[in-house]
RNA sequence: GGGCGAUUGGCUCAGUGGUAGAGCGCCUCGUUCACACCGAGGAGGUCACUGGUUCGAACCCAGUAUCGCCCA
């Protein structure tokens, strides 16, 4: 990796203002007194003023480092584990353009769908109603019902072209608030390439893409069984499913063989499904039923004719052992429907009742009365119908006994998903063997295995996922606020709609939405008439269009000159609960479109969990809202809690993790205040020459900070943040503590003014070693560490170049009388040696300002020319007249013996 | 039922074969000479458990337990 030359500007703005080292209002010199308040409102206008995270899109893609960052819904609110996840990525950001990518961070808004809908409803007082046509100009009948909601009878119905106006419209606020928060947080975001999931050109290219796929043949319509929500009145996909435990019962019943009529009990927890029964299935192997293949029994009450079939999903130790299979009750049902070419007997319909109209399958005129009393009703109360008559007709063995199952409900509903067939698109996702569906789930596959994943174990949710898909992806929606499905079918002449033939608008339509567009060669008069045409209704899940944030925010077809700078993406940062449907479904569409990954990285972020180890919700009460975090503690003590969680690890919300990273950020600012003063004002614009660092010590902690700089290099670019930070973190603190202490009796001089050899060695080295500790802290502490540049470096620390050991490397053995190669391990001995002698002054209760007027100094043999080489700086550091030093084999730690101090002044 | 991850001082976590680490908290002390949003020193752990491999195991292997998550 190098640098690209020409992307790094390495002089301030040419505004030519007074105080040129800034390139900064505001900031002039190193501050008297330094704080971290009102660090983020300067900065945050600074670099928006500047353009310091502008991507610049003459870089070719071998120079850009681009992400594909996971719109958040903006409908929602943002919590901590937002702040938190993204965080990472703009660590990642952050280093990258260090490193001198050009680095293209967009952020979008994901406002499609359902809670943003649900939000117009009610703060517009209208509701969509697709037949209507556009309305030019439209005024809602209410502004703010924020809160309470308009009763449904008095909701306006409009068309959802003005539905969807009304939802960009309310959205714009949410998104100001979101886009105020992540610039407080100091996301190095280029403002300039937002993007909406719901504006026009995310819905164009999710259009055009679906164009694509129907031209393929990935998109198909199907009539199928389906998991449907009879609350929402829509479609379901796997991927919006959430097992979960629901009681029932078992009712133990029997069928009757149609050859002697002896019982055969079944257990159902469904009843009320008896008059969908197709067949009944037991394991291939099971003695019980061995005799029973091949024969047929009849049901009760209603008395349909089905098979005993054998197959192997069927589970010997579940209830008795043989299940009723029905059309559907269940997704095994489905299965054993489609492996088994079981016929199909729907009894519920789309609001969750039974047909009206009794099914012709049922012929007996008993069974037709008894289904005739459950006609219309809901599942509930069939139930009971189905079960007092299974009583009364003795068919029901014993009493219906409670159970607990688990039961599949769409992820934002609340009553069980019932399975009922209707006309839906598709997507292959890899899902189904038909067609070329085992082929597309290998490939997919394989691009897991191609994807890295980090941490890298988080690929198997990932196979999981994919291995266990049992069927393509439903992409329609009986709902509003999404993006239409680009088509319109024909009307024949008596009025029948042609599914078979959709009518597809010319790509450069798009978008187009057919509830209120017109399709080429009709007119709008036609619409619903025999002769012409209808739209199709149904929107596109919203994964459909949130699949695509590659194409839509890098510009594909609209921009292609963008679209090959940036894709396919370098990075896509989310969290490990969408695995199985962003990520995943962003792999089906870049497959599909482009034969290629949408990305080459996957950083996954962990949880955050609250004190009872418990994921993090707005019901536990928590009433932490991100922005009160930030202006509580300051961004760069959030951020460094964020930093300091790894990859694919749950982390605690702890503010005493913020606080730590509020110290850190603030000892930056007090630790460079105090490097930086020591030559006076006139040094700090002198360029530094490492040739002037002579001095061992100075030397020693420069080669330690090489290795710093080697070691966190290598860990970012593993994506390994958390381990860069503590290296950088732990090395700042020695770098205060010992280092600055032992040199800066030496660094203050004589006062003479020419300063000793010995007193530039200090000087320099202190301001080489700050220069490159900024740096390696920029991506997690942007405003402390551009505060401390501004006072004395040109231009913005983050378009700086990531610091290289070679320079340290070079100062380090940049002495006229080179010694030795110096030993980094110098610094760490010089330090414990003054830690001896202010363990005496602790033991003794006394000032470390108290001088040690004599002591013998006893360290490890092995470390005994380490610190006589640093020995006039730990004198002077310990205030220690007179120092023996003294090796010793068996010494563990250094030691001070015999110390003898100052008498205390007296005040 | 299958899979993944975790289990290290009071707390949050580092540590992938060689004498147990950090920060916070705690205890003692100091201090307005960069930093009280401070500094120094100290106490505190049989690395969940049981076996195994090895000269040597927090670390590798097998199993167990507990917790979390994903999928059935």
Request: charged letters at 25%; glycine letters at 8%.
């Amino acid at each position: 990796m190098t640098t690209a030359p020409g992307t790094q500007p390495s002089t301030a703005p040419s505004t030519g203002s007074a105080p040129s080292t800034s390139a900064v209002p505001g900031a002039a010199r190193v501050p008297d007194k330094v704080s971290l308040d009102g660090l983020e409102e300067r900065w945050d206008g600074a670099w928006a003023e500047q353009g310091t995270y502008a991507f610049d899109r003459t870089a070719t893609r071998d120079q850009v480092f681009s992400i594909d960052t996971p719109p958040p819904t903006v409908s929602g609110s943002l919590h901590v584990g937002h702040v938190f996840s993204y965080t990472h990525t703009d660590v990642v950001a952050r280093f990258w353009r260090m490193r001198g990518r050009e680095v293209f961070y967009p952020m979008g808004w994901d406002d499609n769908g359902l809670p943003t809908e649900r939000r117009v409803q009610n703060y517009y007082g209208v509701r969509c109603d697709p037949s209507l046509p556009y309305v030019p100009a439209f005024t809602p009948p209410h502004e703010g019902g924020e809160g309470k909601s308009v009763k449904a009878a008095d909701q306006v119905p409009i068309s959802r072209r003005n539905f969807v106006e009304l939802c960009e419209r309310l959205t714009v606020e949410d998104e100001r608030q979101f886009e105020a928060l992540w610039r407080r947080l100091g996301l190095s975001v280029d403002w300039s390439h937002n993007y909406q999931t719901i504006g026009e050109p995310a819905r164009a290219v999710a259009q055009k893409a679906f164009l694509r796929n129907l031209a393929r043949g990935e998109a198909y319509q199907a009539e199928a069984p389906g998991l449907w929500d009879v609350t929402f009145q829509t479609a379901v996909a796997q991927a919006e499913l959430e097992a979960r435990d629901y009681p029932g019962h078992f009712h133990r019943v029997a069928f009757h063989s149609t050859a002697d009529g002896t019982p055969i009990h079944i257990e159902t927890t469904r009843p009320e499904l008896i008059p969908a029964v197709v067949a009944l299935i037991a394991h291939p192997d099971d003695e019980r039923y061995q005799h029973l293949f091949g024969t047929t029994v009849r049901s009760p009450l209603f008395g349909v004719e089905v098979p005993v079939l054998a197959h192997p999903a069927a589970e010997p130790d579940k209830g008795a052992g043989i299940a009723m299979c029905c059309t559907f009750g269940d997704l095994t049902d489905v299965q054993w429907w489609r492996e088994l070419q079981l016929p199909t007997r729907s009894v519920i319909q789309r609001d969750g009742r039974l047909a009206r109209e009794t099914p012709e399958w049922i012929e007996t005129a008993t069974g037709r009365g008894y289904y005739a009393e459950l006609a219309g009703k809901t599942t509930f109360s069939a139930r009971q119908a189905v079960v007092d008559a299974l009583r009364d007709t003795g068919d029901l063995d014993g009493e219906p006994t409670a159970t607990q199952r688990m039961a599949n409900f769409f992820e934002k509903g609340d009553k069980p998903l019932e399975i009922v067939t209707s006309r839906q698109w598709y997507i292959r996702n890899g899902g189904r063997a038909e067609g070329r569906g085992e082929g597309l789930r290998e490939e997919l596959l394989a691009r897991g295995q191609e994807l890295e994943f980090h941490p890298d174990f988080m690929r198997v949710r990932y196979e999981n996922w994919v291995g266990g898909l049992n069927g393509d992806w439903l992409i329609s929606r009986q709902r509003f606020f999404g993006v239409s499905i680009p088509l319109w079918y024909p009307v024949d002449a008596d009025g029948a709609v042609d599914h078979e033939h959709p009518i597809v608008p010319d790509e450069a339509l798009l978008p187009v939405d057919p509830s209120s567009d017109v399709p080429a060669g009709y007119t709008a008069e036609q619409r619903g008439v025999p002769g012409g045409f209808v739209g199709e209704a149904d929107v596109m899940d919203t994964w459909a269009t949130s699949s695509l944030t590659p194409q839509i925010a890098g510009g594909w077809e609209t921009d292609p000159d963008l679209f090959e700078r940036v894709f396919p993406m370098d990075v896509r940062p989310q969290g490990q609960d969408i695995i199985r449907t962003w990520l995943f479904s962003t792999v089906v569409r870049s497959h599909l479109e482009h034969g290629s990954l949408p990305w080459k990285h996957a950083a996954i972020s962990g949880w955050i969990l609250d004190p009872d180890r418990k994921k993090m919700s707005k019901s536990k009460g928590n009433v932490v809202t991100p922005m009160g975090l930030l202006e509580e503690h300051g961004s760069d003590a959030v951020r460094y809690w964020a930093a300091s969680a790894r990859l694919g690890t749950d982390a605690a919300f702890e503010v005493g993790q913020m606080k730590i990273g509020r110290r850190l950020a603030i000892k930056v600012l007090n630790a460079s205040k105090f490097a930086l003063t020591f030559g006076g004002d006139g040094e700090l614009d002198a360029p530094i020459d490492p040739a002037t660092v002579t001095v061992a010590l100075d030397r020693a902690m420069l080669a330690g900070l090489a290795d710093v700089v080697d070691k966190a290099t290598a860990a970012l670019e593993a994506y390994d943040h958390t381990r860069a930070l503590e290296l950088t973190e732990t090395f700042f603190w020695t770098f205060c503590d010992d280092y600055l202490e032992l040199v800066k009796d030496r660094a203050y001089g004589s006062g003479d003014e020419t300063p000793s050899a010995q007193t530039q060695s200090a000087r320099t080295a202190l301001r080489l070693a700050l220069d490159t500790l900024l740096r390696l802290l920029a991506p997690v502490l942007p405003f402390a560490t551009e505060e401390v540049w501004s006072w004395w470096r040109t231009g913005s620390v983050h378009r700086a170049p990531w610091p290289a050991s070679a320079p340290l490397v070079e100062a380090a053995g940049a002495s006229g009388d080179p010694i030795e190669p110096v030993d980094p391990a110098m610094l760490g001995a010089a330090g414990r040696a003054l830690a001896a002698l202010r363990k005496v002054k602790s033991e003794a209760k006394v000032s470390m300002r108290t001088v040690i007027t004599r002591a013998e100094l006893v360290v490890p043999a092995g470390q005994l020319a380490l610190v006589e080489a640093a020995l006039d700086d730990v004198r002077a550091a310990g205030r220690a007249a007179t120092l023996t030093l003294v090796g010793a084999d068996d010494a563990e730690v250094a030691q001070a013996r015999g110390a003898e101090l100052e008498p205390p002044q007296q005040v």
